[in-house]
């Protein structure tokens, strides 16, 4: 079959908008008909070129929303008319890292998906013969994909596509870090560096969970004002604060339980260790550094009982985490409207890049 699709052609080029032919789902694969996407920061990097994983030509996008309209032989746990969300970190239920129960870093198709091929070593995508790449196993800037059966979430069929496709990264990510990697619990005492896409959902997981102080840092003064609105009780601008580590361990007694970093930034990865309490403070890294970037502290910071560690995917394990999210969003527990500032169609997808280049959307969002 055909589909309209943006494909990234070359590094640090705008997409184009082609009919691209897609073959049909084999043994274990499903095709799904896109009905909206987010762009995300990860979309941004890759197609900048800093990405040194980055392929081309591929088509990108990574959060997702839409039906199912085809399986392939085998498929069990889908069938036509299912509304799902692709999973760039797949649940197969079956390998070491999905029997350990200690991770959601799936690995069953991880070789091929970071190759952009579909398990069995080819693209599902082709123009005149040539083959074009997958992206994260997802690839939602085009209308329809081909997607195996592991790495689809199954949701709700009430649920408005136009917001819930956020929850295939963005919210997942962010109120992921704080329910399922960090576990914070009611009364905790946390900080969020970056109050982007990312961390304006730790916000909102933390006020979930019922945080106390919830600390927002930011460069940029205008991220105060929705930061607020999702539970924000503090907000930090380093460019107005002399230490920011200083500033934040007087505000809370002697520093935060939980840091998240949600901007990808090493220096400020370091001030978010630093800011968390001694004896017990856990500092979460998100955000995604550039390539061959190092992170530094004492080492004393972690003999004296600070934890670093880092968060993909919010922990999820997208199988069966996404639908209780989405749930969550349709009960009223978390909020995705406000963060959606924008709404474009497929051939203004470039405008998306532009307007989160400038620092002006939280989120845009495609529907086709
Ligand atoms: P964003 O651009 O929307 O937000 C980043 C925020 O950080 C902005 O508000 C910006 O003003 C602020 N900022 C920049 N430099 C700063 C500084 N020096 N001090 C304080 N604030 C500063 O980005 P996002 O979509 O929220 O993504 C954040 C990071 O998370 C990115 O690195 C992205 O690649 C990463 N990410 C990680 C995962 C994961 O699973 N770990 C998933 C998705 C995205
Ligand atoms: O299993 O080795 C692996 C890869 C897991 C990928 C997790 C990606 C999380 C960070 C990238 C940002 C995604 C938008
Ligand atoms: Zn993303
Ligand atoms: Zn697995």
Not at 26 to 41: D, N, R, S
Not at 87 to 116: D, M, V
Not at 186 to 196: D, E, M, N, T, W
Not at 262 to 281: D, P, V
Request: charged residues 20%; neutral net charge.
């Amino acid at each position: 079959m055909k589909t309209r699709a943006a494909v990234a052609w070359q590094a640090g080029h705008p997409l184009t908008i082609e009919e691209v032919d897609l073959a049909a789902p084999k043994a274990g694969e499903v095709l799904v008909e896109v009905k909206a996407t987010g762009i995300c920061h990860t979309d941004y990097y890759t197609l900048s070129g800093a990405d040194p994983e980055g392929l081309f030509p591929a088509i990108l996008g990574h959060e997702g929303a839409g039906v199912v309209v085809d399986t392939g032989p085998g498929v069990k746990s889908l069938q036509l008319g299912d509304h799902v969300i692709p999973l760039y970190t797949p649940e197969c239920r079956e390998c070491k890292f999905c029997l350990s129960r200690k991770t959601n870093l799936c690995q069953a198709i991880r070789s091929t998906q970071g190759r952009g091929l579909m398990p069995d070593e080819t693209s599902r995508f082709s123009l005149d013969g040539k083959p074009i790449l997958h992206y994260m196993g997802t690839s939602t800037f085009s209308n329809y994909i081909v997607v195996p059966e592991i790495a689809l979430a199954k949701i709700r069929k009430d649920a408005p596509f136009d917001k819930v496709c956020y929850i295939g990264c963005g919210v997942t990510t962010g109120i992921g870090a704080v329910v399922f990697t960090a576990k914070v619990e009611a009364g905790a005492h946390i900080a969020v560096f970056g109050l982007g896409g990312i961390g304006l959902n730790v916000i909102q997981g933390a006020k979930m969970v019922g945080a106390d102080k919830i600390i927002g840092i930011d460069i940029n003064p205008e991220r105060a004002t929705m930061a607020r609105e999702f539970g924000m009780t503090h907000f930090l601008n380093p460019n107005e604060v002399d230490n920011i580590v200083d500033a934040i361990v007087q505000l809370t007694g002697g520093g935060v339980d939980f840091s998240f970093e949600c901007i990808g930034n090493t220096q400020i990865m370091r001030q978010a260790l630093e800011c968390t309490h001694k004896g017990w403070g856990r500092s979460i890294i998100i955000g995604v550094a550039e390539a061959g970037a190092e992170i530094s502290t004492r080492p004393f910071q972690l003999v004296t009982g600070r934890k670093w560690e880092g968060s993909a995917f919010g922990g999820a394990r997208g199988r069966t985490d996404v639908p209780k999210i989405v749930d969550w969003y349709m009960e009223g527990k978390i909020k995705i409207d406000p963060l959606i500032t924008h709404t474009l169609k497929l051939e203004e997808i470039n405008e998306g890049f532009q307007l989160m280049k400038a620092g002006k959307s939280i989120r845009s969002v495609v529907v086709y």
